[in-house]
């Protein structure tokens, strides 16, 4: 995990239910967003330039990531 990802603050959605199954947001400083799993902070996450977090987070709302 690098520095900028590493020492950043980060947040769960406000839809969150308060468990610990959620997923964790960053807005970094190089102008990316930081996804991480809240049970494993210290783990990988993943990077998205703001085009892929706002066609990412679309397709949520859409409806288009959902498992049939």
Request: aromatic share 12%; net charge negative.
């Given at each position: 995990?690098?520095?900028d990802?590493?020492?950043?603050r980060?947040?769960k959605?406000?839809?969150?239910?308060?468990?610990?199954?959620?997923?964790?947001?960053?807005f970094?400083?190089?102008g990316?967003?930081g996804?991480?799993?809240?049970?494993c902070p210290s783990?990988?996450?993943?990077?998205f330039?703001p085009?892929?977090?706002?066609a990412f987070?679309a397709?949520?709302w859409?409806?288009?990531?959902?498992g049939?």
């Amino acid at each position: 995990m690098n520095d900028d990802v590493a020492h950043t603050r980060w947040f769960k959605s406000s839809f969150s239910q308060g468990g610990s199954d959620c997923v964790e947001v960053a807005f970094l400083a190089s102008g990316e967003v930081g996804v991480r799993d809240s049970k494993c902070p210290s783990g990988p996450s993943l990077t998205f330039t703001p085009g892929q977090w706002e066609a990412f987070t679309a397709s949520i709302w859409a409806g288009e990531l959902l498992g049939e």
